[in-house]
């Protein structure tokens, strides 16, 4: 049957069914890209003792977490369980019972608690953890250590997530101090709206403090998260410190941004707070002395990083207990009980930045550049640079033991928690004896030095080529020129054999 002519309408109607449109590139498609420059840092340490090489008798082995990762694509995650002065990491006998590994070459008693991960293969992808997990004796006393980096490729230009987690076994030191059960973590990562989050958290459960039970808690919480982007100024973050069931010689008080009050009050609120400077001195008379945070020193915000640094109790024994000698090292320092840290130094411009802890464990963040040159060499050059921190006082992540900058990961393949923090959430509100702090309206200063290592001002070995340099290098336009060539390409396959069709049928 001969088809008559088409109306001219129909024509163009026809034609312009079969017009594809270029398509743009999917954002949705892809994870979101970090700052051109960026060092997201967390650690955390539930009880130290450290500065000392003598400590009173007792079998106390607790965790500690440090990790940082940035745009150079180096990675490192660590957790460990240690002595509260951080001199020993070896675990034996009963202690371990049960001990089964992940990533490790040797798994067996005596075993030294550390896990270690890292990246550090430039933008390749790659996966390092390692874990060691035991019962300890009768399946009553557990502990664990795990530390993962993973990234699925593009590492650098995405985030190579930093995970760290730690727990460790009831145990004291005699006459100082006991616990029920302590635990750390952190996590490094990027969320859906391209926000870098470092999240740190530190707990102990059921302390007791002194010979006779002075002071004791049922738990103590420390908590930082930082967040920020790549632009100025938008970087903030949280401290969150909570203590459960707090009492000082058999009183119940509570810990508010103000001071320390009685939890059950009195006939007026400053009476409430006299009534526990009192406690405080009653319990100093005794040779022991409570020393609280500083609440404004918690949040540090500059246009281009935060530091949020959460710490929990500090004691002082003024006197000895027991038979430990009252000029023994350990009573020079005091004993820390609770302490996390986050730090995100986000920007997007082309500069090299670091974190480091120092010689009293405070956070140094340094910042050099800018920079513009391309890498030069293979990807094995982008190195973490950050130089050690000071050699007077043992601190998270600079000990002897425990190094600044964990080393070389595990050989597991076990697959990466599913964790991810996610959007941020507000700090929540306390309740039943919990304390609960938020960030200061007016944050201190921070400490930001210059880079002492001379690679920190080579270019040639730090700096991130220019998107002109990868499109050239690569051959590319951009993803909206290969879109728009692919699709005036298809549509042009698609409309040739239609309009022959066409001219032959309406002639």
Known sequence: MKLGRLPRGLVVAAVAAVTVVPLAASAASAAPAAPTAYTVYGSAQPLSWAGSSSLPVGDLHVPAV????????????????????????????????????????????????????????????????????????????????????????????????????????AGGLAGYVSIGSSSASHDLNIDDKGRLISTATSELDNVSIGPKNEVHFSRLVTTSQAFGSGAENTKDGRADLRIADFFILDNPVELTRAGLRLANGGPSEQEAYDGAKVLLQKLKDRGITLELPNFDAQLVKTPDHVTVDTQGLRVRFEQNVGTVNASAPALNYPLELGHATAVVVALDINRNTDVNKDSNGGVVVQTTGPTSAPVAGPPAARTDKGGPAGPNRPTPGNSPNRPNTPASPGAGKANTPSSNPGTVSPAPSGSNGEAVTNPPADPGASTIGNGTDPAFSDPTKTALPSVKDLERNLGLRGAHSVSRAFGAFFGLGLILPLARFLIRRLG
């Open 66 to 169: 440090v990790g940082k990762t940035n745009n150079f694509a180096v990675a490192n995650s660590y957790a460990d369980l240690a002595n509260p002065d951080e001199t020993s990491h070896t675990m034996s006998g009963e202690a371990i019972s049960g001990l089964a590994c992940t990533g490790y070459e040797v798994c067996k008693d005596p075993f030294n608690m550390i896990a270690k991960a890292a990246h550090s293969a430039g933008p390749e992808a790659g996966h390092g953890e390692q874990a060691a997990s035991f019962g300890g004796k009768d399946g009553k006393f557990p502990g664990h250590i795990s530390a993962v980096t993973d990234c699925p490729g593009n590492c650098g230009d995405q985030i190579v997530r930093s995970v760290s987690n730690a727990a460790g076994p």
